[in-house]
């Protein structure tokens, strides 16, 4: 079998094979350990040099100021969107979310649950179907915090430039760019992120805080209490060891390539070829507004369901996989994170040029 295979998962999405062939290498004995890393405990030396070691490339990666912590959680990107306002909503207890599509509002009805918090929905893109992110948006109160997802990775959305929000704190979550984009860590209070799309396995999540934002006073459940994960450095019951190995060699990789800066650059010119040919379509047509594009994941479609199915099928059978669309967007979606190679993407135009030659 010598079809060659593109995986434009949106997540868990393709990794690095030099890092997925890596991790087969030294599965069985970690370090000559004569132990798989999978069998380690997280109480050993071990683990805490790699563990150590996966923190500083991350802080180095995102260029983290100091002032800011660092957490290697579980529980997905869904769970910060209760563990950060119990977190962060103490003072006015009143949070601000710009409704960007599907995953802000997911954020938007967990924090709903919170019942002693005030949640308002101060700008939305919905009049556009979510294809325009909300640039003007008028905060007429003080907040604890304004939440927007950076990068929409159903629509295809992405701030390249945070809105003005007057200088109130500002929580991102990053979950579809992370370490793709280069992201102003100094201009957000908190970012989270988990791994599965752009960093490794699902199962490790991402959490950047700025440390005077937190309430040291505060007493939370162990396991969505910030302070007291800060204090036992990640590891106040089993940390996911596994995908933080796996995300410490994606670390290192993208270290060797050169960056965030170069991964940027990179996505510029995968997604740019990519819009470029659905551009000049005269079947094919990305659904986000061009100024809001993002550099991760490109929804497309040709406006008919069945033609869609067909290209789908047909891309499918020449090795390029996982194209169809979110359940609730339809159509097609190509995500190319910082690991997908740009001859997939050289490949994928090709394939829609050969489609639509014969669809004219
Ligand atoms: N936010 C965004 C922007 C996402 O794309 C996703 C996952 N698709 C989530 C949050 C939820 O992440 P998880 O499945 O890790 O909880």
Redesign the pocket.
Same mark, same amino acid.
């Given at each position: 079998n010598d079809l060659v295979v593109y995986n434009f998962s &949106? !997540?868990p999405a393709m990794m690095p094979p030099e890092v997925v062939a890596q991790i087969q290498k030294e599965l069985v004995s970690y370090k000559n350990s004569e132990m798989s890393v999978m069998e380690i405990s997280h109480r050993s030396e071990l683990y805490a040099e790699m563990f150590q070691e996966a923190k500083n490339d991350f802080r180095d990666l995102l260029a983290i100021p100091a002032g800011y912590k660092i957490l290697f959680l579980q !529980? !997905?990107? *869904?769970?910060q969107f209760t563990t950060v306002p119990l977190n962060l909503a103490r003072k006015t207890k009143q949070i601000a979310f710009i409704d960007t599509g599907h995953?802000s509002q997911?954020a938007i009805d967990d924090a709903h649950l919170l019942t002693d918090r005030k949640v308002d929905v101060v700008a939305t893109g919905k009049k556009s179907n979510y294809t325009t992110l909300p640039h003007d948006i008028k905060l007429e109160k003080e907040y604890d915090y304004v939440h927007l997802?950076i990068?929409?990775?159903?629509e295809g959305t992405m701030y390249r430039k945070l809105p003005d929000l007057g200088g109130q704190t500002v929580v991102g979550?990053i /979950? /579809?760019n992370i370490l793709g984009y280069q992201h102003d860590v100094s201009k957000y209070g908190l970012l989270y992120a *988990?791994a599965?799309?752009n960093i490794g396995p &699902?199962g490790l999540?991402l959490v950047v805080v700025k440390e005077d934002l937190l309430d040291q006073d505060q007493d939370l459940p162990s396991m969505l209490d910030y302070v007291k994960l800060i204090k036992e450095d990640s590891n106040l019951n089993t940390p996911p060891v596994f995908p933080i190995y796996a995300a410490g060699l994606v670390f290192k990789w993208l270290k060797q390539q050169g960056g965030v800066k170069q991964m940027q650059a990179q996505n510029e010119e995968k997604t740019g070829i990519l819009y470029d040919m659905l551009d000049n379509s005269k079947l094919f047509y990305a659904t986000a507004n061009q100024a809001d594009r993002s550099l991760t994941n490109v929804p497309f479609t040709t406006g008919d369901k069945t033609l869609d199915a067909k290209f789908i099928a047909q891309a499918d059978e020449m090795g390029l996989k996982n194209l169809k669309g979110h359940v609730l967007a339809g159509g097609m979606r190509a995500s190319m994170y910082n690991a997908f190679p740009l001859e997939g993407v050289k490949a994928l135009v090709q394939c829609l040029q050969k489609f639509e030659s014969a669809h004219k």
């Open positions: &949106a !997540g !529980g !997905g990107a *869904s769970l995953w997911t997802t990068n929409n990775t159903i979550d /979950s /579809s *988990s599965q799309k &699902a999540t």
